[in-house]
Structure formats: structure tokens, C-alpha cells
């Protein structure tokens, strides 16, 4: 079987992508690459009509706009979600970071010697998309 060791980009839904550009430059030093106007209603019905792309630690993530308001985050059950892996010293860093921009968070939460993460943080976007900063063991 394949192993995946990177990937090439990841979506995210959002309804402001100037705010979602602020949020992930202030938490993760996300640099805007380009922005595409997908007005080709018959290509893409019901699709988006814009997508920002963004550079995150070397791969790229698509801000895609929301068509209609998004449901509200109900809790750590909400998927997908995206996880970045740290060392002890970036995940104390990040917990650093998270409180001076008054970013909400869970965590750390620490799990029992079995499960491979030593701890973890999770992070909710504006929109609501869950972002996990873990340290594996």
C-alpha cells in the first residue's frame, strides 16, 4: 500500500476570505499567492465563484468561498479536519501566539502513553473549520 508522506494543497470554506487571509497570516504565517474569480456558471454551478490560494510552511491551501452562510462549530466532533504536527518547543510557541492575538483554543490536552500524540491544540477558524496542532510521541 501507498504511504503518503506530503501533500500537494488542502480547501477550506469560508465566507470573508480577506478576514480567513488575516486569521491564517496571523496564526500561521499564511502568505496570499493569487486570487481566482471562477465565473463560469456553466463549468461550475453551484460551485464557487472565488478561491484564494495561500501559502502555509511550503504547501498551498485553497480559500474557497462560501455559496450560503455556514452552521456554526458544534464542538471538537467537527470534521473534516486539518492536523499540523509540532515539536514541544513550536507547540509551547504556538500556545504563546494563540493567547497574545486572543485566538480561541482548546487544549493542550494531553492523551495516555498508547495513543501516538503526546498532546494537542485545536483551533477554530472564523468559519469554523477545525485546525489541530499535535506532538507526537
Not at 499540523?84 to 504556538?94: A, I, K, T, V, Y
Not at 493567547?99 to 485545536?122: C, M, Q
Not at 477558524?125 to 496542532?133: M, S
Amino acid at each position: 500500500m501507498a504511504k503518503i508522506r506530503t501533500f500537494d494543497h488542502c480547501g477550506f470554506v469560508v465566507e470573508d476570505i480577506p478576514r480567513s487571509h488575516q486569521f491564517y497570516n496571523t496564526l500561521l504565517g499564511a502568505k496570499p499567492l493569487h486570487i481566482q474569480n471562477l465565473n463560469t456558471q456553466r463549468l461550475y454551478q453551484g460551485g464557487f465563484p472565488v478561491m484564494s490560494f495561500v501559502e502555509m510552511g511550503g504547501h498551498r491551501f485553497e480559500l474557497c468561498l462560501a455559496q450560503e452562510p455556514l452552521p456554526k462549530v458544534e464542538g471538537a466532533g467537527t470534521m473534516p479536519r486539518i492536523g499540523f504536527s509540532l515539536s514541544d518547543e513550536m507547540m509551547d510557541e504556538m500556545m504563546k501566539q494563540l493567547d497574545a492575538n486572543k485566538i480561541p483554543h482548546e487544549g493542550p490536552i494531553d492523551y495516555p502513553d498508547p495513543v501516538p500524540f503526546k498532546r494537542t491544540i485545536r483551533v477554530w477558524d472564523p468559519d469554523g473549520n477545525t485546525l489541530e496542532f499535535c506532538v507526537r510521541r
